[in-house]
């Protein structure tokens, strides 16, 4: 069956085409249509950043923060209204392993240590539940700036790692694909924060690097089995190849993400307010990472030139007129 032949055919199947005896989703088709989203996706977060900035926590721009514990278990909410109420604004409270112990972090204050032991002692104190501080620290704001740069290094270090990583592992073409779906996968989560102004603190930059390790995974498991179609089948086109090998790595997809996405929703709506945002992160860049693993991460090595020569093992040329011939093979047989 020619070109011609299977076109039609595919477009009977709703656009299902068969190599062999594998059918397989045409995800290239669309490739530019996608790669146009991506480009106004990525555009769009960088403006974000840039004129609405983000809404750094605590612990990029200094604070105080506060050891507290309680005679009897505490929540959350009642902390944080019982500190507005007396005048503290934008606390973060979080649990310290027990209900009873909590970690408080306000935004900087004007009094000193000794005021704010005793200004903050009256504050935390809930009725009938009194309060303890074993220690309050002030972190400056420059503590915050080496914070912020540190954090922006190590996103910076990790792709870089991961370029080196799967360039060694698979090929140039393919790592320069991974590395761009990871910097979308990042760089989207961080825009759609600054966009809406949500808290951008130490435990939403830990699920940007947890996305950046979840979606390399993803992409990984794509790279392997395209690595293995291009050498395994015959007579199709690099196109086909990728199509082939995002139809094979589909139904696993979708089962990760769906376990996976379980969790974070756990996490934001059982996890209280340490791991909302968090959680939120996971949600956003999860998202974002399975959309590029599977058009980025493929269609950038597709336009780069990616064939089954990037993969096929060549022979040195001091090697290609030395014949090895066996003649009678039996003859290695144990008697």
């Given at each position: 069956m020619n070109n011609a032949a299977d076109d039609a055919a595919a477009k009977a199947e709703g656009g299902i085409k068969a190599i062999g005896n594998q059918r397989i989703i045409p995800f290239m088709n669309i490739e530019k249509p996608m790669a146009i989203l991506s480009i106004l996706l990525i555009i769009g977060s960088i403006i974000?950043?840039?004129?609405?900035?983000?809404?750094?926590?605590?612990?990029?721009?200094?604070?105080?923060s506060t050891d507290v514990r309680y005679e009897q278990p505490a929540e959350q909410t009642e902390v944080v209204k019982a500190l507005a109420d007396n005048g503290f604004d934008n606390a973060v409270v979080q649990y310290l392993g027990t209900r009873q112990e909590l970690l408080v972090r306000l935004p900087p204050q004007s009094d000193n240590i000794n005021g704010l032991n005793l200004s903050l002692g009256k504050a935390l104190n809930l009725?009938?539940?009194?309060?303890?501080?074993?220690?309050?620290?002030?972190?400056?704001?420059?503590?915050?700036?080496?914070v912020y740069l540190n954090s922006v290094m190590a996103v910076a270090l990790a792709l870089v790692s991961m370029l080196g990583y799967v360039a060694l592992r698979f090929q140039f073409k393919l790592a320069v694909g991974a590395?761009?779906?990871?910097?979308?996968?990042?760089?989207?989560?961080?825009?759609?924060?600054?966009?809406?102004?949500?808290p951008f603190d130490l435990t939403v930059l830990a699920a940007v690097l947890a996305l950046i390790g979840y979606s390399l995974n993803d992409t990984i498991v794509v790279y392997d089995r395209i690595r293995e179609n291009f050498r395994r089948v015959r007579g199709v086109t690099p196109r086909q190849?990728?199509?082939?090998?995002?139809?094979?790595?589909?139904?696993?997809?979708?089962?990760?993400?769906?376990?996976?996405?379980?969790?974070?929703?756990?996490?934001?709506?059982?996890?209280?307010?340490?791991l909302y945002w968090f959680a939120v992160a996971l949600f956003i860049g999860l998202?974002?990472?399975?959309?590029?693993?599977?058009?980025?991460?493929?269609?950038?090595?597709?336009?780069?030139?990616?064939?089954?020569?990037?993969?096929?093992?060549?022979?040195?040329?001091?090697?290609?007129?030395?014949?090895?011939?066996?003649?009678?093979?039996?003859?290695?047989?144990?008697?």
């Amino acid at each position: 069956m020619n070109n011609a032949a299977d076109d039609a055919a595919a477009k009977a199947e709703g656009g299902i085409k068969a190599i062999g005896n594998q059918r397989i989703i045409p995800f290239m088709n669309i490739e530019k249509p996608m790669a146009i989203l991506s480009i106004l996706l990525i555009i769009g977060s960088i403006i974000a950043i840039a004129v609405n900035g983000l809404n750094l926590g605590l612990d990029f721009t200094g604070g105080v923060s506060t050891d507290v514990r309680y005679e009897q278990p505490a929540e959350q909410t009642e902390v944080v209204k019982a500190l507005a109420d007396n005048g503290f604004d934008n606390a973060v409270v979080q649990y310290l392993g027990t209900r009873q112990e909590l970690l408080v972090r306000l935004p900087p204050q004007s009094d000193n240590i000794n005021g704010l032991n005793l200004s903050l002692g009256k504050a935390l104190n809930l009725p009938n539940n009194k309060a303890e501080i074993s220690n309050v620290n002030i972190i400056g704001s420059q503590v915050g700036n080496e914070v912020y740069l540190n954090s922006v290094m190590a996103v910076a270090l990790a792709l870089v790692s991961m370029l080196g990583y799967v360039a060694l592992r698979f090929q140039f073409k393919l790592a320069v694909g991974a590395v761009a779906a990871l910097f979308h996968d990042a760089i989207v989560t961080v825009g759609v924060f600054a966009l809406f102004g949500f808290p951008f603190d130490l435990t939403v930059l830990a699920a940007v690097l947890a996305l950046i390790g979840y979606s390399l995974n993803d992409t990984i498991v794509v790279y392997d089995r395209i690595r293995e179609n291009f050498r395994r089948v015959r007579g199709v086109t690099p196109r086909q190849t990728i199509d082939l090998s995002l139809t094979e790595t589909l139904r696993r997809t979708i089962m990760t993400i769906s376990t996976v996405m379980l969790v974070v929703l756990a996490m934001m709506f059982l996890g209280g307010d340490g791991l909302y945002w968090f959680a939120v992160a996971l949600f956003i860049g999860l998202i974002a990472g399975t959309y590029s693993s599977i058009y980025i991460s493929s269609s950038i090595p597709l336009a780069m030139g990616l064939s089954r020569d990037d993969f096929v093992v060549k022979v040195k040329p001091e090697f290609e007129e030395e014949i090895v011939t066996f003649n009678d093979p039996k003859m290695f047989e144990q008697d």
